[in-house]
């Protein structure tokens, strides 16, 4: 079993910064495969950014590429989502996410382990 815990999230300007943090415990941490997901109200989870096993390569979302960078410390068993320019239809719930050996690290339904969630806001 895997305990994954978020935290980070806030209430931030349109254009400005927040650095999600997630931390996963339990099993090595280094043989999972991070994701990061989010879901607005009225609509789906949706999925936002993967991290390998060891950093060296991620995945975004393209209505997120240039302005969030997913990044990892397996020493400290946390990844990291990194937002910049942070616009109003970014709010939603953030959720992190661990999978072992995903078909997919785009598709939700592929992590085995999920965080509580954490609030992002971002007002105009």
């Known amino acids: 079993q895997v305990q994954v815990v978020e935290s980070g999230g806030g209430l931030v300007q349109a254009g400005g910064s927040l650095r999600l943090s997630c931390t996963a415990s339990?099993?090595?941490?280094?043989?999972?495969?991070m994701g990061w997901f989010r879901q607005a109200p009225g609509k789906e989870r949706e999925f936002v950014a993967y991290?390998?096993?060891?950093?060296?390569?991620?995945r975004y979302a393209d209505f997120v590429k240039g302005r969030f960078t997913a990044s990892r410390d397996n020493a400290k068993n946390t990844v990291y989502l990194q937002m910049d320019s942070l616009r109003p239809d970014d709010t939603a719930v953030y959720y992190c996410?661990?999978?072992?050996?995903?078909?997919?690290?785009?598709?939700?339904?592929?992590?085995?382990?999920w965080g509580q969630g954490t609030q992002v806001k971002v007002s105009s």
């Open positions: 991290i390998s096993y060891s950093g060296s390569i991620t």
């Open positions: 996410a661990a999978a072992d050996v995903p078909s997919s690290v785009v598709d939700a339904a592929e992590y085995d382990y």
């Open positions: 339990g099993r090595t941490f280094s043989n999972y495969i």
